[in-house]
């Protein structure tokens, strides 16, 4: 009798260790339709939750899902594209969005926004107002345009060097210099 219990035991441990392990890896190759080219930068997404990769520079991913799970693929250019994980290589084609762009900002600390959605102060130098100043670079052409931007040069040589530092040194979480050039 005991060795029966310790069987059948031992074959529902085994079971329950089979059925978790089913995630599989996942690799594959994304490509626009308009042109063949491979597209780097695609978000490619495990529906439902928050797990995910992004195509590398030639347009190759990897990623460990379930079987019978759904990816989706996600470019700006690009329309989305769910697509069922049936095979442990999957090569996928997204069709070209042509519709225009919403102004975005970026920011330094963190991600692009819509522009309608941040929140701060923002500055807008066009490109009439660095033609006006006689500077040796884009760098300093900036400097006192833009609030809290200064840019340092260790020596006097123009070709020396340059750092930037944005919202000066009284950062509470971050770096005294957090972009650089």
Known sequence: MKQKLLSIFLLYTLLIGVSYAQNRQITGIVTSSA???RI???SVILKGTGTGTQTNSDGSFSISAPEGSTLVFRHV???EKSVLANSSTLNV????RD???DEVVLVGYGSGVASK?????FTQVSSEDIESRPNANALEALQGRVPGFQVFTSTGEPSATQSVRLNGVGSLTGSTTPLRS
Request: no cysteine; hydrophobic share 40%; net charge negative.
């Open 77 to 79: 250019s690009h329309t």
């Open 93 to 96: 084609t997204l069709d070209s």
């Open 40 to 42: 780097s930068g695609v």
């Open 117 to 121: 959605n941040a929140v701060g102060s």
């Open 99 to 101: 519709a225009m762009l």
């Open 35 to 37: 042109n063949i080219d």
